[in-house]
């Protein structure tokens, strides 16, 4: 009877503008392992309405169907560009509260391993991010928000080669702790 080995799930967290997905590419294609796209990003892309509280469930619930789809081919390490934790912060952020099914479903789904990237680069307008002067507080809302749920965190900060060397090297960590290679051949 061949066992089930569960998937070792990586999010790359934080707020708008500090090189989630960027790294998230970067290192799926170092690992050889598949990554999912921010959610909330597909889905403004995706729509023609503006983002409200009610869009907020919609967007929780694309976020599950995206890792659910990743997670039916059980790779042995899956990266995820946000997840539900930065569904609950941006909505207690911009709303004043989360539904609180969506809360739950974080503290369920809770990820490995969060890599929370520090903003430390220069702001990028591009259409859907609007909160260039508020990203410290929204790196401080992140923090509490993972804690809550007892999240593994590393903090990602710097630039370049040296962000990219600690993201790996914290990857690489976790998957020694748990006996699997941590270079992990493609599929």
Known sequence: MASLVRSTRIVLTGPECSGKTT????????????????????YVETTT??????????????????????????????????????????????????PPWIEHEARARRADLYLLCRPTFAWTPDGV?????????????????LKAIDAR???????????????????SVLLAERGRSPEIPPR
């Open 49 to 98: 309405g503006p983002l409200s509280a009610a869009t907020v469930e919609p967007i929780g619930r694309l976020s599950m169907r995206l890792e659910d789809d990743a997670l039916g081919d059980a790779p042995p390490l899956l990266l995820r560009d946000t997840d539900l934790v930065s569904t609950v912060v941006y909505a207690r952020h911009y709303y004043g509260q989360c």
């Open 153 to 171: 965190i590393v903090e990602i900060s710097g630039e370049g080669l040296a962000r990219t060397a600690l993201a790996r090297r914290a990857v």
């Open 23 to 42: 790294l998230a590419a970067v290192l799926a294609a170092h690992f050889g392992a598949p990554w999912v796209p921010e959610a909330a990003r597909r």
């Open 129 to 145: 991010r609007d909160r260039p002067t508020r990203r410290e507080e929204l790196f401080a809302d992140f923090t509490t928000a």
